[in-house]
């Protein structure tokens, strides 16, 4: 969480960017969808060690066009914000997020179960952008973790086993990796300005 002023140029490359992501992702379930949902099979298969690469891919899947454009908009959107906050911000709170989603759905998912979908990236950036706030102490992030808060916190509930189909497991992981990635950042800048004081 480095010390920068809000640069605009910085958050219209990432709209740009995450726009991007966006149309992949449509792109790849069209594809799926062209092969029977073919590319699915990557996803993660609990306790499977030959699905352990769904760790890598499951973000990338998703079980319908339906699904894809629940997860588009906060994609974009959260996406988007992080990136405006720096290239190294967006990339530690997305792979802190994006792992422990997979590793979480990979332990606690019931044996038997299929798990796609970006959701578990988006729920990492919602706590991140949350916790973010409270341990820089700068109002900017204050403002933006609350914003942040009153749009998506009720989303967090689905960190618990509340509906039938929907990857809690995945979820709380994604919610963990946030919090992680928030306090990594935290650290290693509070590290970085000790450094800078120090003869």
Do not use: K
């Not at 809690?168 to 990635?181: M, P």
């Amino acid at each position: 969480m480095s010390h920068v002023t809000f640069d605009w140029r910085r958050l219209r490359t990432g709209a740009i960017v995450m726009a991007a992501v966006v149309v992949v992702l449509w792109l790849i379930e069209y594809v799926d969808t062209l092969t029977n949902h073919a590319l699915d099979a990557f996803g993660i298969r609990p306790w499977n060690l030959l699905g352990l690469d769904g760790i890598v891919f499951a973000p990338l899947l998703h079980a319908s066009f339906a699904h894809v454009a629940a997860n588009s908009l906060p994609l974009f959107v959260l996406g988007t914000v992080i990136w405006a906050s720096g290239l190294r911000q967006w990339v530690v709170a997305t792979v802190t997020g994006w792992v422990t989603s997979g590793i979480l759905a990979w332990l606690l998912t019931p044996i038997h179960y299929l798990v796609l979908g970006a959701s578990g990236v988006i729920f990492g950036w919602i706590t991140y952008l949350i916790v973010r706030g409270f341990l820089s102490r700068r109002w900017p992030h204050i403002v933006l973790g609350l914003v942040v808060a009153f749009l998506y916190g009720s989303v967090l509930l689905g960190v618990f086993p509340m509906s039938a189909g929907v990857s809690w497991q995945g979820h709380l992981g994604g919610a963990l990796g946030g919090v992680l990635a928030a306090w990594l950042l935290f650290r290693h800048e509070r590290e970085r300005r000790t450094r800078r004081v120090v003869i």
